[in-house]
């Protein structure tokens, strides 16, 4: 599984398992994707999957998820630094990547832990799941 990532000099391709880039594409940029309307103060971005939102705030902690599209939230990534994207994987929406000004995180499991991607990238602008 990859994530790819945009920043302001081009898309990198990150392999999620072993944090290494595979590839890059100078001046490319990941295509939008509508974000869901999400009713939360100080909100930053929002992804969504089935019934699972997961929304970055500009607040501490940083994320809540909703399992329930919405109609109820829990706090997430209470050790994280202030977020600016996030993305669900369409076939496991437990799989979420976030994205702060430099560095990528992944969680397996719907936001409870976090793992840090190795590579610091330029500044991020969007990111999502490559299967």
Known sequence: MNVAVETGEGVYTIDA??????DFVAGAELS???????ELPLLVASA????????????RPPLVV??????????????LPPGRAVAI???DPDRIVYATK???????????????LEPELPE???VGWID
Do not use: C, M, N
């Open 17 to 22: 398992e072993t944090e290494q880039v595979v």
């Open 32 to 38: 939008e994707t509508p974000q869901p309307r999400v």
């Open 48 to 59: 969504r999957e089935g019934s699972t939102v997961v929304a970055v705030l500009d607040r």
């Open 66 to 79: 909703s399992h329930d599209a919405g109609s109820s939230w829990r706090e997430a990534g209470g050790g």
């Open 89 to 91: 994987a369409e076939d």
């Open 102 to 116: 430099h560095r990528v995180y992944v969680s397996q499991d719907g936001g409870r832990f976090w793992r840090a």
């Open 124 to 126: 991020i602008k969007r």
